[in-house]
């Protein structure tokens, strides 16, 4: 049975909604049947965010909040949360007020019905651009033909995890991190709840066009060697071509009608320049992965605390 139950919400530059996220938030909470606590990580937000988090502190004992040292993305904010946890059950979700908090009641009921990880699943985001849609959409249907791991589409950073899952999650120390994958990859009793998805309360998205790549390029990069076999079958293949064009080249010699070849510069040029390409790909294809490795062995921290606020009676979670 679920009783205490922490929610780790990462929050960048949230300082025009923070505010009544958190009373959305406690309202929502008001009626359940758990010991609620909030872990506010403020993502080194450039803005009055973290004076707004210090606010809900001073009025709320049930609040802790974080301060990373920088901004250090979605992914390690939600890491950093998830570091300081220890109640049966963490959900984490948005500060901008696109992940519902009413959703919070139906996924203890599943977890205490026995599920260990709950997905809260948009449905088909009307609200978002077409292009955010169309984007999303391709990179799942990308990192699920060529990935190891499924991942379903839709299935942002809202979930609940409980107890052993959030144990296995501190076993990971990748650097790079596509929570999603990790997830689906640690298998456990999942379950996804779909859910509509509420306007952002105020503000823009974070996630700049930069930070969707990186997100993506983690969650390709580090769940998939299948890149690294495109560039070799692409090798293949130029190769073979190359050999029958030799073939084709020596049945003119052998049956004496060399004079006949054309000079072939332009057909020379089209095989070295497609040949240049590919070799390009491939390396940058094995450069990516050296990146990747070089900074895993770095064994870099994924991010790191300037203030950790907290009550001194707070710890009434066990
Ligand atoms: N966020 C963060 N660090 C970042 C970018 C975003 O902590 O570098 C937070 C942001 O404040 C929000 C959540 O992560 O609470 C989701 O980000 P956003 O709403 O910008 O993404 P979208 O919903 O557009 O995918
Ligand atoms: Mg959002």
């Given amino acids: 049975m679920i009783h205490t139950v922490d929610i780790v919400i990462p929050v960048y530059n949230e300082s025009q909604a923070i505010q009544s996220f958190h009373h959305q938030l406690t309202a929502a909470l008001e009626a359940l049947p758990y010991q609620f606590r909030l872990l506010y990580i ?3 937000s ?13 009025g709320a004992p049930d609040v802790r909040i974080v301060e990373l040292s920088r901004n250090f993305g979605h992914q390690a904010a939600i890491s950093a949360g998830l570091d300081l946890v220890d109640a049966d059950a963490v959900i984490t979700m948005d500060g901008d007020g696109e992940h519902p908090p009413a959703v919070i009641g139906q996924m203890l009921q599943l977890a205490d019905a026995g599920y260990d990880i709950v997905v809260a699943q948009r449905e088909t985001g009307q609200k978002a651009s077409w292009f955010k849609r169309w984007t999303s959409g391709a990179f799942y249907s990308t990192i699920n033909r060529i990935g190891d791991t499924k991942i ?6 809202f979930r609940l995890i409980t ?3 959030v144990d296995s999650l501190k076993k990971f120390h990748e650097y790079h991190r596509f929570l999603r994958g990790m997830f689906a990859w640690m298998g456990y009793r999942s379950i996804s709840l779909p859910y509509t998805p509420a306007e952002r309360i105020s503000g823009k998205s974070k996630y700049s066009f930069k930070k969707m790549v990186n997100l993506a390029a983690n969650a390709i990069f580090s769940f998939s060697l299948v890149p690294l076999y495109i560039a070799i079958a692409m090798g293949g293949l130029f190769i073979v071509l190359a050999i029958i064009e030799a073939i084709y080249v020596l049945s003119f010699w052998i049956s004496g009608q060399q004079s006949t070849l054309e000079p072939g ?18 390396l940058g294809f094995i450069g990516v992965y050296l990146g990747y490795i070089f900074q895993e062995v770095k064994g870099r921290p994924v991010y790191l605390i300037r203030r950790f606020l907290d009550h001194p009676s707070s710890d009434n979670s066990k």
């Fill in 42 to 44: 403020n993502d080194g």
């Fill in 46 to 58: 450039t803005d009055e965010t973290q004076l707004q988090l210090e606010q809900i502190f001073n």
């Fill in 152 to 157: 379903s589409p839709g299935a942002a950073d």
């Fill in 163 to 165: 107890r052993p899952v």
């Fill in 265 to 282: 510069w332009s057909s020379l040029m089209f095989v070295l320049l497609i040949v240049g390409g590919t070799i390009m790909i491939s």
